[in-house]
């Protein structure tokens, strides 16, 4: 098997995975494939060596979490957010609602919070390997998790009880 196609083979097996990853942390499909493709390319040009680790996969979501938090800090702002929708009675079981309250909601949380909250909850990554995801300590994990979650009670009241068993002691340790 010649180096182009166990980078197929490994693309084949983990894009979907990342893809979900990439849209959970921009919030917009087009903006999570460009993620995704920009992370691919590097990936690609450290095949070679990276085809020889036992979890290239890790390293590709690594790079994935880091190009997103760089292209936080480099964007300009092109698009305004419009006013929230007006106000409408559901039924708090109505899955499609909550998914479209939960993703606005993840959206207005800062990277490293929605990088945390994707990890966490999403991903059901540990608190270890969330932090060695985002190269920082699990006490900043906790923290960043603690904060993220208050943030999306303030920013979505009526996902409180949905967000309430999301926290557990190990973050007040």
């Not at 590709?60 to 092109?78: F, G």
Request: some cysteine; proline content about 5%; charged content about 30%.
């Amino acid at each position: 098997m010649d180096r182009n196609d166990s980078f197929r083979e490994f693309v084949a097996g983990h894009q979907q995975a990342l893809m979900r990853t990439a849209y959970l942390l921009t919030g917009d499909a087009h903006q999570a494939e460009d993620l995704l493709q920009s992370v691919l390319l590097k990936v690609l040009g450290r095949w070679s060596r990276l085809s020889r680790v036992e979890r290239p996969e890790a390293y590709a979501r690594k790079a994935l979490l880091n190009q997103y938090i760089s292209w936080r800090r480099r964007r300009v702002r092109t698009e305004l957010p419009t006013a929230d929708p007006p106000d409408r009675p559901y039924s708090s079981e109505d899955s499609t609602i909550v998914r479209l309250v939960m993703r606005r909601a993840l959206m207005r949380l800062p990277p490293r919070q929605r990088a945390v909250i994707v990890l966490r909850y999403y991903e059901d990554r540990t608190e270890r390997e969330t932090a060695e995801l985002l190269n920082c300590s699990i006490g900043t994990v906790k923290s960043q998790a603690h904060y993220a979650l208050a943030r999306l009670r303030e920013l979505a009241p009526e996902l409180a009880p949905k967000l309430a068993g999301m926290e557990t002691e190990e973050a007040y340790r």
